[in-house]
């Protein structure tokens, strides 16, 4: 009986361990086996174009410049307020897409941007700008470009980036990582589509996910990281071993004492 208990948290502790295959991203062949050439290019991928389209409840910051005076520009909103990099402070200084895809103007109106890529937006404004003010320069960002990311990560929540092209790979890490027990070759993203919700799911081990057209994240994605199967038993039966080592120590000892 003894060597069964021995043979049984032997065989529970070789189970919750985790190999580093299942948590080394981008993995390629047997490379964690064998010994990899250094200071040298072994494979080249041509990352999928991503041209990020504009659509409604976006919030875009505009900022024109010229060398009309304050007074005379139709556009002018304080928007020196718009210099920080804060970004509750811009959003409140930003132009909110409505759900038919336009923005306001003052003067001008409505102008369509949905649809757009960002440059493509700046394009448009830049040519409505011309016919009101001398020498005009437009800058145009997207503000609330976000993802949510859940589950095993280190910092769940959601991420918001002025940057809006965005890989799954950075947005793992502005959420800081994902844990040792994150199964990561399941990792599920729920992104929207019009009226509709898709599911994908991605593998992050797999240095092939470089080619994947998944490898931009989109906005308002969600990217949900599961557990692995050794997460019931490192993270309660784990935490107790000890304990239980030390109970069967003891209940072991009291069986000893009583067959002599």
Do not use: W
């Amino acid at each position: 009986m003894r060597h069964s208990l021995l043979f049984l948290i032997g065989a529970l502790c070789l189970g919750a361990c985790v190999p580093n295959k299942k948590v080394v991203y981008l993995q390629k062949g047997d490379e964690l086996k064998e010994e990899v050439p250094v200071d040298s290019a072994l494979r080249s991928y041509d990352l999928s174009t991503f041209d990020y389209r504009l659509q409604p409840e976006d919030i875009l910051s505009v900022r024109i410049e010229s060398l009309t005076e304050a007074e005379f520009d139709i556009f002018f909103r304080g928007q020196s307020g718009v210099a920080n990099n804060n970004l509750t402070t811009l959003s409140v200084f930003g132009y909110l897409i409505d759900e038919d895809g336009y923005i306001q103007f003052p003067v001008v109106g409505k102008v369509k941007v949905a649809g757009l890529t960002v440059f493509e937006a700046n394009d448009v404004i830049q040519k409505i700008a011309n016919d009101y003010l001398e020498d005009a320069t437009v800058y145009v960002r997207l503000l609330n470009f976000r993802v949510t990311i859940i589950g095993e990560v280190n910092g769940e929540g959601t991420i918001s980036s002025i940057n809006n092209r965005l890989t799954v790979m950075e947005a793992v890490g502005l959420a800081g990582g994902l844990t040792e027990l994150a199964d990561r070759s399941k990792i599920k993203i729920i992104r929207q589509a019009g009226s509709k919700a898709e599911v994908h799911y991605v593998n992050l081990l797999d240095e092939e996910f470089l080619n994947s057209p998944l490898y931009y994240v989109y906005q308002n994605d969600i990217i949900i990281v599961p557990p692995l199967k050794q997460r019931p038993f490192r993270r309660y039966f784990g935490q107790n071993v000890s304990v239980f080592v030390s109970s069967l120590s003891t209940l072991l000892l009291i069986i000893n004492l009583i067959n002599n």
